[in-house]
């Protein structure tokens, strides 16, 4: 497997001590959305190593709890504390017509209602509370918010995400 079939789910954030049970700290992904994956893949050396789940459990704020096939004691369970958690694109439920996941947009083209088309997707900043889309614009870059509230319309065929925008969030970024 390698990371262009793949989404980068989180990172094993802890191991339960006494259980072995590791928490995967899933950022601002609801962890409910991953709860029929049997398999995880973590970043060991530089590669994609896969892991199966025998349990999980999702607790909603960004946790995912999971016992992994052969490192249930605690001990085997924190060897695996810190490392990159991905998982594959094809084990992703299908998502509504209306909707798509984040890592998705690369490439799509904004168009805003009011200032028309901004430019394209080319990167996700994932690092901040609020996911941020890096649009190419006039021969530079701008950074919008990625909020639900701003999506008007998604045409995946096209790939043209729709937004009404704040009036001068754009220029925000000047």
């Known amino acids: 497997m390698n990371k262009e079939n793949c989404l980068l789910l989180g990172a094993i954030t802890k191991a339960n001590r ?3 049970q590791l928490t995967i700290s899933t950022g601002q992904q609801p962890a409910e959305k991953f709860a029929d994956i049997k398999t995880l893949f973590l970043e060991i050396d530089g590669g994609l190593v896969p892991f199966f789940v025998e349990q999980q459990s999702g607790s909603g704020s960004g946790q995912l ?3 992994l096939q052969d490192y249930k004691t605690p001990e085997a369970a924190q060897q695996l504390t810190g490392y990159q958690v991905y998982i594959a694109e094809a084990d992703l439920p299908v998502a509504k017509s209306d ?3 984040q890592h998705q947009l690369t490439d799509y ?3 805003d209602k009011t200032a028309g088309t901004l430019g394209k997707v080319t ?3 994932e690092s901040t509370e609020q996911v941020l889309l890096l649009v190419e614009h006039n ?6 918010p990625f909020v639900e509230d701003f999506i ?3 045409d995946k065929s096209k790939k043209i995400l729709y ?3 704040p009036e001068g969030l754009i220029e925000l970024n000047k």
Do not use: C, F
Request: aromatic share 8%; proline share 0%.
């Open 18 to 20: 006494k259980t072995g």
């Open 65 to 67: 709890r999971v016992w």
């Open 99 to 101: 909707r798509l996941y």
């Open 109 to 111: 083209s904004i168009v």
């Open 123 to 125: 990167d996700l900043i």
């Open 139 to 144: 021969g530079g870059e701008v950074l919008i």
């Open 152 to 154: 008007v319309k998604i």
């Open 163 to 165: 937004l009404d925008l």
